[in-house]
């Protein structure tokens, strides 16, 4: 089904489609995914903010980082084509 949306990286699926409780969290490779209900907030190293979604108004948020080209277009992928949100203009912290 991933391919279907043109996600070629399967741990960006498989991080993004796991059913995560509120207030819990799942890291994978290098990249760390909390959910706190409405929101979702991803890490790169458990440190640094590189991508927030919000379930409530159905948008999603990337903030400045090196995250790779290809994985954020991967994640850009999931939540907007996927999921159909829309994406926030990039955010500097």
């Known amino acids: 089904m991933r391919l279907d949306f043109g996600i ?7 991080l993004c489609s796991l059913e995560l409780e509120k207030n819990s969290s799942a890291t994978l490779d ?7 209900g409405i929101k979702e907030i991803f ?3 458990d440190k640094i ?3 927030e979604i919000d379930h409530f108004n159905h948008t999603f948020t990337f903030y400045k980082s ?17 999921f159909e ?6 955010v500097s912290i």
């Open 49 to 51: 903010k590189f991508l």
């Open 85 to 90: 949100y829309t994406e926030i203009e990039e």
């Open 8 to 14: 070629k990286n399967s741990r960006i699926w498989h």
């Open 43 to 45: 890490y790169i190293n």
């Open 30 to 36: 290098n990249w760390t995914r909390y959910n706190g």
């Open 66 to 82: 090196n995250i790779r080209k290809q994985n954020k277009e991967d994640f850009r992928r999931y939540y907007k084509d996927y």
